[in-house]
């Protein structure tokens, strides 16, 4: 028998989620604004919780209805079999979002889901579930739109890019399901020499370290499921023994990570080491502008400094045109991948990018700018008489 999930991802990168939930073994796979649906088994949501790289969380739908009213939100959560998926030991939260909700009060509504969830123990169980804002466990997630509206119990606990890897982090850190996702959008697999010379405490270096070696990223850590009276726990033994099965020796795999700072450099060396994964990667401390490429081709990934996160402007106003000519000129054959949230940087580097995907870290908006670095300068010379042919027009 299938379920129906939904598993939400940081916005860009749905159809890298689609096309890994496929390779998991999910079906009926619908790429929606800021997710992705699919159907599966029960497995198939042990799976996708151990092994997605991008997904945020794996949620369960349980409802699905129209609605008119708040009785409507109420009576629809009602219906549901609350005790017959968790006990009343266990306690709860209450997320609710919405778009385009005729009704006034996302806040009263999220008490309604509330009190029908609770209501339904006491009437089958004579007792309710306590409520945790902080760390409960059950998750219950709630969406409406104009018409209708969607009840998921959610699958993950946890925010899946919580790997438990990183053990220290920078100011302004990468998710690492976002670090997964520009992977995957740059189409980077192990072999591809890897370099992010502004690493930071290591994120991008940590992802590629455990593709290259196949760890699975839920590896170390639970998940909600194993609180449902659903749980299958063989089931999920046999699967956490399988992808353990398929880790492929710790050994050097052309990761290459620098930083300018040995206090970053310090924490994506501990990170690292936490993860087991030191030996993967090689780390020097450097200033990017004074780095040389370490193999002929590869792929330069990074998530430069940018003015929401260091300095001010005419720092980085001065510092990303150096950075563009040190790729122009030192990184020939290679392909970069630059994070930013900062306009600034796709107009003062100097060179065209090849493509630009709005991506959000967060709640920040950000772009991946992709540059095909060949020899000289790739910005478009105009012909030595333009310039004249067009004054009249300045």
Not at 306 to 330: I, M, S
Request: aromatic residues 8%; charged residues 25%.
């Amino acid at each position: 028998m299938t379920e129906h999930f939904f598993a939400p991802c940081p916005r860009g990168l749905e159809a890298v989620l689609a096309a890994e939930l496929e390779c998991l073994e999910a079906t009926s796979i619908e790429i929606l604004p800021g997710g992705v649906a699919f159907r599966g088994s029960w497995l198939t949501c042990y799976r996708a919780n151990l092994e997605s790289r991008i997904a945020s969380r794996i949620l369960w739908q349980v409802a699905r209805n129209q609605y008119r009213s708040e009785a409507d939100i109420y009576d629809i959560t009602h219906r549901l079999s609350w005790p017959d998926w968790f006990e009343p030991r266990l306690t709860i939260k209450v997320n609710l979002a919405a778009i385009k909700c005729p009704l006034r009060s996302l806040d009263f509504l999220t008490l309604r889901i509330k009190d029908a969830i609770c209501d339904k123990f006491r009437t089958i169980r004579g007792k309710r579930p306590d409520i945790d804002t902080t760390t409960p466990d059950i998750r219950i997630h709630g969406f409406l739109d104009a018409r209708q509206f969607t009840l998921y119990l959610d699958t993950s606990g946890e925010a899946l890019f919580k790997r438990g890897l990183r053990q220290t982090q920078g100011d302004a850190p990468l998710r690492e399901n976002l670090a997964a996702g520009i992977l995957a959008l740059a189409g980077w697999h192990p072999g591809i020499p890897l370099l992010d010379p502004m690493c930071g405490s290591g994120t991008l270096l940590l992802e590629a370290a455990q593709i290259a070696c196949q760890i699975a990223p839920g590896a170390r850590r639970q998940f909600a499921f194993e609180n449902l009276k659903l749980f299958d726990a063989n089931s999920w033994k046999k699967l956490k023994q399988t992808a353990a099965n398929r880790q492929r020796e710790r050994i050097f795999q052309s990761i290459y990570g620098s930083d300018l700072y040995g206090n970053a450099l310090v924490n994506a060396r501990n990170n690292l080491a936490t993860a087991g994964l030191a030996e993967c990667v090689a780390l020097k401390q450097a200033n990017v502008l004074e780095i040389s490429p370490p193999a002929e081709t590869g792929m330069l990934i990074s998530n430069p400094p940018y003015g929401v996160r260091v300095g001010d402007h005419q720092t980085l106003a001065e510092f990303y045109p150096q950075l563009g000519n040190v790729l122009k000129q030192r990184f020939s054959g290679w392909q970069a991948f630059l994070l930013t949230a900062d306009p600034l940087l796709a107009k003062s580097i100097r060179l065209t990018p090849s493509r630009r995907t709005p991506l959000f870290n967060g709640a920040l908006e950000c772009r991946l700018l992709e540059y095909r670095l060949v020899a000289g300068s790739m910005r478009r010379e105009k012909p030595p008489n333009e310039s004249s042919k067009n004054s009249h027009k300045l």
